[in-house]
Nanobody
């Protein structure tokens, strides 16, 4: 059974940057697409970004396009989310997830393994 552990969250001022990491173990990391989702208080979990198993294909939610960059290092079994120009509306718990397939996907139902989440708070 794969395990995912996020890190790198914290408190940052608007306009600042954070880099989230997601360390995977227990399953061949490079066989599956991966994604980031987030959930703000009182809201549903929403898609942020996804990356294919090789890392050659990525896709972003419109709300983060141009500000966030998803990447992965299969040799280190780790995925990253570089977040720049952060806004207060980016405040949420961020979750990494492993997909059931190799192709990148924004569909929540295509993910079967989730991390515990890391809090990101952006102050205005």
């Amino acid at each position: 059974q794969v395990q995912l552990v996020e890190s790198g969250g914290g408190l940052v001022q608007a306009g600042g940057s954070l880099r989230l990491s997601c360390a995977a173990s227990g399953r061949t990391f490079s066989n599956y697409a991966m994604g980031w989702f987030r959930q703000a208080p009182g809201k549903e979990r929403e898609f942020v970004a996804t990356i294919s198993l090789s890392g050659s294909s990525t896709y972003y939610a419109d709300s983060v396009k141009g500000r966030f960059t998803i990447s992965r290092d299969n040799a280190k079994n780790t995925m990253y989310l570089q977040m720049n120009s952060l806004k207060p509306e980016d405040t949420a718990v961020y979750y990494c997830a492993a997909a059931k397939t190799s192709a990148r996907t924004a569909r929540y139902s295509q993910y079967d393994t989730w991390g515990q989440g890391t809090q990101v708070t952006v102050s205005s």
